[in-house]
């Protein structure tokens, strides 16, 4: 994966684009996770990562190349957080 920027010379719109993809991206997760039994359900966990890319790419911020590797990495991320996730929602990590 190429290199991220995280320098504050970052011009303010591109910042608040990166702040609205993570947004989405966010949402998305949350909205698939709520599904019950989702993190035992491969087509589930599939499906959220095709949409993950579709975000990622409708931003425009993360190269087409890359874009399934950056998804695979939210995706890690999401499996390590479900418990957070699941309690967020409301659902107490019971899903």
């Not at 991206?25 to 359900?41: P, T």
């Not at 966990?45 to 950056?70: A, H, M, N, S």
């Amino acid at each position: 994966m190429g290199e991220i920027t995280t320098d504050a010379t970052l011009p303010a719109e591109i910042r608040m684009d990166i702040v609205h993809l993570a947004e989405h991206v966010v949402v998305e997760i949350a909205e698939h996770a709520r599904l019950v039994r989702f993190w035992e359900n491969q087509l589930a966990q599939e499906e959220l990562r095709r949409r993950l890319i579709v975000t990622l790419d409708d931003g425009d911020l993360v190269p087409f190349g890359e874009q399934d590797v950056v998804a695979d990495h939210l995706m890690d991320l999401a499996r390590a957080n479900r418990r957070l996730i699941a309690e967020r929602a409301g659902t107490g990590g019971r899903r």
